[in-house]
């Protein structure tokens, strides 16, 4: 595979590693690799030192601004509370078909009751939820914005 193909197929970064490994130019390839990945990688990590020394510099009246790692350990303790509030929602529905089960064990006929979780939502379900609305925000304006765009245009005066 040639290194044009490679780049209409939109793996431009692969390229150099690709002709590396294939026997080409060693330095050159390295050279374009070092372009390719080592710059990229040099100003993510530029700009995570500057962030960490720079928060620590600027004060606010509620406190200073966090830096990259406080940021990653607050990251980190969200999806914990995802995967916690997740455990406690399947032991409920859990504790529920138990229940049932009882109820029905010894009334066949008895009305069982099946009840929602009612839990916090979390920050990934807060996230789906404002997903889920810009969506729906865009869908009804196409719905709309669309068929009078059409009319419009279709207008003579």
Not at 23 to 49: H, K, S, Y
Not at 82 to 101: I, P, S, T
Request: hydrophobic share 45%; proline share 4%; charged share 15%.
């Amino acid at each position: 595979m040639t290194s044009a193909a490679i780049n209409r197929m939109g793996l431009a970064r692969l390229a150099s590693m690709l002709s590396a490994s294939n026997g080409g130019n060693g330095r050159v390839q390295w050279e374009a690799i070092g372009r390719t990945l080592g710059i990229p990688l040099l100003a993510l990590v530029l700009f995570l030192l500057l962030w960490q020394v720079a928060a620590a510099q600027v004060q606010t009246s509620l406190g200073s601004i966090p830096g990259p790692i406080a940021v990653f350990q607050a990251g980190v303790g969200l999806v914990q509370d995802h995967y916690r509030e997740r455990e406690k929602e399947a032991a409920f529905h859990q504790r529920q078909e138990d229940r049932n089960a009882r109820k029905l064990a010894k009334d066949p006929n008895a009305e069982v009751k099946t009840r929602a979780y009612t839990g916090k939502p979390t920050y990934f379900d807060q996230i789906l939820t404002s997903l889920n609305t810009v969506f729906t925000g865009f869908l009804l304006a196409t719905l709309v914005a669309v068929p009078l765009g059409i009319l419009s245009g279709m207008s003579k005066t």
